[in-house]
């Protein structure tokens, strides 16, 4: 992970997974990171149900 772990407001998103998505792939972009690292994150939170959707979130940015 080169880039610096952004920051990303989840407070309102409860239960919309799609809104956490969209939220983490556009911090993910702006602090830099590929799109293969987008991809992965995409991949992995996507994997499981809504609390590993979270889990995997607070690996790759710094939730508010």
């Known amino acids: 992970?080169?880039?610096k772990k952004p920051k990303v407001k989840l407070v309102g998103?409860?239960?919309?997974?799609f809104a956490i998505?969209?939220?983490v792939r556009k911090?993910?972009?702006?602090?830099?990171?590929t799109p293969e690292e987008v991809d992965k994150y995409?991949?992995?939170?996507?994997?499981?149900?809504?609390?590993?959707?979270l889990l995997t979130t607070f690996k790759y940015v710094d939730a508010e």
């Open 1 to 3: 992970m080169p880039y």
């Open 13 to 17: 998103e409860d239960g919309n997974a």
């Open 21 to 23: 998505l969209g939220k």
């Open 27 to 33: 911090a993910l972009v702006r602090a830099g990171a």
């Open 42 to 53: 995409t991949k992995e939170a996507t994997t499981g149900d809504y609390e590993h959707l």
